[in-house]
């Protein structure tokens, strides 16, 4: 009976503890709720105008209690329910997508919905890893001088050692992607980190390491290697060719930039950036930076407008020690036209001196000056134009048409067959097979002519792409 009488007391004793603790517990539950609705309460009133909806919209967080064998209580969250403020730009979610790495004004941003990004455990950050494999099957008529890539440029001349033969066939997987992308979507500042690359870094061999975009972005301010403001990623066309069309801009280079919202369909970026120039010299001499400017206006419904300008100085020095240098002056006007939901225009042109260099044909030369035949250096006249068409069938086929021209004013005292002009032309059916998953089958078209006449004759390619990413 004592026995009994015992354990019953240690048993009453035991629940009176646990009585205790549920108390504790529960009391803990209610400060810890109370404490994140104040500030769901904060961020709503910092973040959102009375007139306008959120532009993140937060989950309160749930607690989660330790057990007894935590050494130190923490609170643990659920990753939030976010939603984002959708860009006016439009998302074309081309086959080499030129848009996702651009950066946007205020807090707009391409995918509101955040698609695959993943809380980072007690910070605001949120983050992405992506990879997009690829390969792509070309056939050429006639050997191309990269036979992994369609330029123009590098195409033999008639007379040329390595001008003709016969069709050749090429499979590559360079043009695979690994992506990092860092957001904080609850925080002001429109707070981004961006890393991509793929595997062109060698033309001669496979998978090689080529850096696309390193940057953050904070507050309009944006530092590291990336697109320069010269160039307009929204209006690359929609091609199953990596490379893209001659005359687009492809200027990659380390930035300092910064980009002002003048309202909420009006934007402009100014940059200061790496004098990244080409010339027919041992030696090139920059003294100064390149100053980048754009001002762009962008419409859900109609599409956008950008306009952009290039001041650059350029040098070289000749063969007897002596400098000299000019001034490089560029202009370039690209819009991207939307024709109902089906149909756009995607169109650049582009004008100026010295500036060749960053031409997506002619970057591959020494295009932006060189030498005339009586010794003076001078800034190479180049201008070139795009444009393309593109039309979904349903939401499964589109179909694009590309035409590219880039014209080149070699100075008199350069090679004679040295680039004068090229063509480019494109014509696809691209198949998505699902929200991740695209293939796409090309046929190519490119020609280029030296300052002497010579030519290349007719270039075809035939071209299979697929393209596979985790996240998008």
Not at 332 to 351: K, T
């Amino acid at each position: 009976m004592a026995d009994d009488a015992q354990e019953i007391a240690e048993l009453k004793k035991s629940a009176a503890e646990m009585q205790q603790m549920m108390a504790q517990m529960q009391q803990r539950i209610a400060e810890l709720e109370a404490k994140q609705k104040q500030r769901v309460a904060e961020l709503a009133e910092a973040k959102s105008p009375p007139t306008q909806a959120p532009a993140v919209a937060v989950r309160p967080l749930q607690p989660v209690l330790k057990s007894e064998s935590t050494v130190q209580e923490k609170e643990q969250t659920i990753p939030p329910q976010l939603l984002g403020k959708k860009a006016k730009v439009t998302y074309r979610r081309t086959l080499n997508d030129q848009q996702a790495a651009m950066t946007r004004p205020l807090d707009y941003t391409l995918d509101p919905a955040y698609t695959g990004f993943f809380s980072v455990p007690n910070t605001p950050m949120v983050i992405k890893l992506n990879a997009k494999p690829r390969v792509d099957m070309t056939y050429d008529n006639r050997y191309t001088g990269a036979p992994s890539r369609f330029i123009p440029a590098k195409f033999p001349l008639r007379g040329d050692a390595n001008f003709g033969g016969s069709g050749q066939f090429n499979m590559n997987a360079n043009g695979t992607q690994l992506i990092a992308d860092v957001r904080a979507p609850s925080e002001p500042g429109n707070l981004r980190f961006y890393y991509q690359n793929d595997f062109f870094g060698d033309d001669d061999k496979d998978m090689r390491y080529r850096l696309q975009h390193i940057y953050g972005q904070y507050f309009g301010l944006k530092v590291g290697f990336t697109t320069s403001a010269w160039e307009n990623g929204d209006v690359w066309p929609d091609t199953v060719d990596y490379e893209g069309p001659n005359a687009v801009i492809f200027a990659r280079r380390p930035v300092a930039q910064f980009t002002h919202a003048i309202n909420e369909n009006w934007n402009a970026t100014v940059g200061v950036e790496k004098p990244d120039f080409f010339v027919d010299a041992d030696q090139r001499l920059a003294r100064l930076p390149d100053f980048a400017f754009n001002t762009r206006w962008e419409d859900e419904k109609w599409g956008h407008l950008q306009l952009s300008s290039i001041l650059r100085e350029i040098g070289a020095r000749d063969v007897s020690g002596m400098d000299h240098r000019d001034f490089g002056w560029g202009l370039n006007a690209g819009f991207n036209l939307n024709l109902g939901e089906a149909d756009s225009i995607q169109f650049l042109g582009v004008i100026g001196e010295g500036v060749g260099g960053m031409g997506n044909d002619t970057s591959f030369l020494n295009s932006d000056g060189g030498f005339a035949a009586d010794g003076s250096f001078e800034a190479l006249p180049y201008w070139s134009l795009m444009g393309a068409w593109t039309h979904h069938w349903d939401d499964r086929f589109r179909t694009n048409l590309v035409y590219g021209h880039a014209n080149l004013d070699p100075a008199s005292g350069m090679d004679p067959d040295f680039y004068s002009y090229s063509n480019y032309g494109a014509a696809n059916v691209i198949w998505q097979l699902g929200d991740r998953w695209s293939l796409g089958f090309e046929g190519l078209y490119g020609y280029k002519e030296g300052a002497s006449g010579r030519n290349s004759d007719d270039m075809f390619r035939f071209q299979m792409g697929m393209v596979y990413s985790l996240f998008d």
